[in-house]
C-alpha cells in the first residue's frame, strides 16, 4: 500500500536558519500530499498542500514541491523562528475511488522541531 | 462554527473497562476518521466513514467499534480497553469529493483526547 517516509527528528536551529525536512512517498495512483504542524498540546492543522505533480504547496514562509520523478515532497523555510517549534508531520491521502482505503491520509512519522534564541 | 469537537478530553480507564469517545462536526463533512497518535509511530488510522451509515476499517481497527447514524456524529467505542490503548486520539472530517478529487480536500482534526489505560 501507499506509504511515507520523513527524516526522523529531533531537529534544533538557530532561530533565522534554513529548514529542511525530507519526506519521500511510495504510492500507487495518484494521491495529494500534505503537510501538517502540531504545536504543543493542541490537534493538527493543515500548513500546505499539493494535489498534483510539480505544484508548490506554500504558506506562512514554507514551501513543498510535488516532485514525481524523485516522489518527494520536502519542507523549506528560508528563516525559522522560534514561534516554528512543532511537531512537523508529512502525509499523503489516497483518492476516494482508491479500492480498500479510500480518501484516507497516510501520515510519516512525524519531525519535531526546536528553534532556539 | 465550532469545527470538529471531541470530548473527553482526558480520560483515565482500569483494564476492562469500556467507554465512548465522542466526537462531532458541524460542517456538513461526509468523510469522517479516527486516528491514534503514539510516540515515533505518528498517527495511525482507526476507522473511518464516508458518510451516515457506512464505515469502514483503517490500519489498527482491533479493540474499537464505530457507527455513524448522521452526518455529524461520529463516537468511537471501546469494547474492552487494554493498556496498549492508551494513547492520544484524533477524530477528523473532511468533504468527500469524488474519484482522484476527493484526496485534494484537507482533513480538518479535532483537539484530540489522552487516554490512558491502567
Known amino acids: 500500500g501507499n506509504s511515507v517516509t520523513q527524516m526522523e527528528g529531533p531537529v534544533t536551529l538557530s532561530e533565522e536558519a534554513f529548514l529542511t525536512i525530507n519526506c519521500t512517498y511510495t504510492a500507487t495512483g495518484y494521491p495529494s500530499l500534505f503537510w501538517y504542524v502540531q504545536y504543543p498540546g493542541e490537534g493538527l492543522q493543515l500548513l500546505l498542500k499539493?494535489?498534483?505533480?510539480?505544484d508548490k504547496g506554500s504558506n506562512k514562509g514554507f514551501e513543498a514541491t510535488y516532485r514525481k520523478e524523485t516522489t518527494s515532497f520536502h519542507l523549506e523555510k528560508g528563516s525559522v523562528q522560534v514561534s516554528d517549534s512543532a511537531v512537523y508531520f508529512c502525509a499523503l491521502r489516497n483518492p476516494m475511488n482508491y479500492g480498500g482505503s479510500q480518501g484516507n491520509l497516510i501520515f510519516g512519522k512525524g519531525t519535531k522541531l526546536s528553534v532556539k534564541p | 462554527n465550532a469545527g470538529v469537537t471531541q470530548t473527553p478530553k482526558f480520560q483515565v480507564l482500569k483494564t476492562g473497562q469500556s467507554m465512548t469517545l465522542q466526537c462531532a462536526q458541524d460542517m456538513n463533512h461526509e468523510y469522517m476518521s479516527w486516528y491514534r497518535q503514539d510516540p515515533g509511530m505518528g498517527l495511525r488510522l482507526i476507522h473511518y466513514?464516508?458518510?451516515?451509515?457506512?464505515?469502514d476499517q483503517g490500519e489498527v481497527p482491533n479493540g474499537y467499534n464505530v457507527s455513524r447514524s448522521t452526518t455529524e456524529d461520529f463516537p468511537l467505542r471501546l469494547l474492552s480497553a487494554a493498556p496498549s490503548q492508551t494513547s492520544v486520539y484524533f477524530c477528523a472530517s473532511s468533504p468527500s469529493g469524488t474519484g482522484r478529487g476527493g484526496s485534494y480536500n484537507e482533513q480538518f482534526f479535532g483537539p484530540g483526547t489522552r487516554l490512558t489505560v491502567l
Open positions: 466513514s464516508v458518510g451516515a451509515g457506512i464505515t
Open positions: 499539493a494535489t498534483k505533480a510539480d
